[in-house]
C-alpha cells in the first residue's frame, strides 16, 4: 500500500465531515457573504458557528482543542464553505498558516495562549510577509527587528495583509538585524504582534473584489513586541515560514474548488431549467462544453489538492504538490465561473445571481498568495531541473 493510501481519509469520516459543514453553512450563503461585504462587516456568525461545531480546529492537536487531524480535513472544510457561496480567505491564514506554524515551531507558551482560541474561532490572527518593494521575492523584505530589553523592535511596512481589523494578533515575517548578510535568508523571523501596539497603523487598500475580507497596508514604527513573541530562534525563520506557507497554497486551491463547484452547480441547475428553443439550454454543446471542460479541471484539481494535503500530513515533501494545487485550482475555478456567467447570459452579471460578484475574488487567486509564474518557476526548477530564472 502506498504513503498516500494508507494515510487517506476514511470515506464515510469524509462524508460526515462535508455533511457537517454543509449543515453549518446553509443558514448563509453567498447572500450573507455579499452582505456582509457590502457593509463593510465580518461574517462573525459564520466565523463562530463553525468554530463551535469544531471545524475550524480540525488540524490543530487536541491537547490544544483541536481535531488532531490534519491539514487534508481543513482543506475539505475549506472546499465546502466556499462551495456554499461563502469563500472565506481566513480559512487559509489563521486555521491554517499560522496555527501551522505554532504547531510545529511555537513555544509551549505560544502554543497554550493561541491554539486553543484559534481552534475555537475565539481569535483570529492574521499573517504578515508582502512587502509594497519585495513582492514574491522574500529575500528584499526590509521590514526588521531589532532585540532590546525584553523583546524587540519591529519597523518597517507591509502591504496586502488581510483581516487585520479583525485580528487579535498578526504573525509577522521580519529580518533580524545583523544577520548574516552573505545569505540573508538566514535573518528571516517571524512574530506574534498585538495589532493595538503603540506605532502600529494599518490603512485600509481600495479594491475591486466584492469581500468582506479586506486588505490593508501596515506601517511599523517601531513597534515593540515581547520576547516571548518570536516563533522559533532568531534568524532561523525560514522552516517555520515554509511550515505555513503550504498549508497557505492547499488552503487556497481548497477554497477554489469550492468556488468552481459552487458556479458549476448554479450553471448546471440554471442549464437544465432555462428553456429558450424549445429545449434546455443545456442541450446546447456551446454551453454544455464549457461547462463540462471546468468540470474535468476541477476533477484533476480535486484530486491534486487532496495528494498535496496528504503528502503535507505525512511529513513529506509537499512544497511542489501544494503549488501545483493551487496553480490548477485557479485554472480551474476561473474556468468555471467563466462557463457560468456564459451559461447565465445577462443574468450572469446580475447580482442577484451570485456569481459576478465572485470575479475579482478568483482573479486575485492567479496573484495571490503566490502567483501564477512563481509557481510555475518553482515547478521548472524543483519538477524540470530548468535554471534558476530569476
Known sequence: MSTLLAIGIDPEEERLLRETVRSVCSPYGHEYFERKARERGHPRELWSALGDAGLLGVAIPEEFGGGGTGISQLAIVTEEVAASGTPLMLLALSPAVCAATLTAFGTSDQRQEWLPTLASGEAVM???ITEPDAGSNS??????ARKVDGGWRISGSKTYISHVDNAQAILVV???EAADSATGREGLSLFIVDPQ???LEASDISVEI???ERQFT???????TSEGNIVGEPGAGLEPLFAGLNPERIGSAALLNGLARYALDKASTYANERNVWGVPIGSHQALAHPLARAQVL??????????AAALYDAGLDASSASNSAKFLASEAASSALDAAIQTHGGNGMATEYGLGT??????????APVSTEMVLNHIARKRLGLPKSY
Not at 360 to 367: A, M, Q, S, Y
Open 139 to 144: 529575500h528584499n523584505i526590509r521590514t526588521t
Open 197 to 199: 501596539s503603540e506605532g
Open 210 to 212: 466584492v469581500s468582506p
Open 126 to 128: 492574521a499573517f504578515a
Open 218 to 224: 501596515l506601517f511599523f514604527d517601531d513597534v515593540f
Open 298 to 307: 476541477l476533477d484533476a484539481s480535486q484530486a491534486l489538492t487532496e495528494k
Open 358 to 367: 465572485l470575479l475579482g475574488l478568483v482573479r486575485l487567486f492567479r496573484i
Open 174 to 176: 521580519a529580518k533580524v
